[in-house]
């Protein structure tokens, strides 16, 4: 099932490294491995589609795994 979500992008020292994504109502997903480099910038804010992967696991465990399928980088100087 795709979902839409956004928030802000963070870099968790966990184990090797992890890249997630908190929601602006504070829950984290962890954005799956292979994600395009333009997403992964510490403090972006974005607006992230994808699926949720029930069927991996990581060993950082920070949250629901998430398959970033697109994003939308949001500009907060325009608000």
Do not use: H
């Amino acid at each position: 099932m795709s979902i839409t979500l956004t928030g802000t992008i963070e870099r968790r020292d966990i184990g090797t490294g992890a890249w997630a994504l908190v929601t602006q109502e504070g829950v984290t997903y962890e954005i799956l491995r292979g994600a395009d480099k333009d997403l992964l910038k510490a403090g972006q804010k974005a607006k992230v589609k994808g699926q949720v992967r029930e069927d991996v696991m990581t060993t950082a465990m920070i949250g629901p795994v998430l398959e970033v399928k697109s994003f939308e980088v949001i500009d907060i100087s325009k608000n």
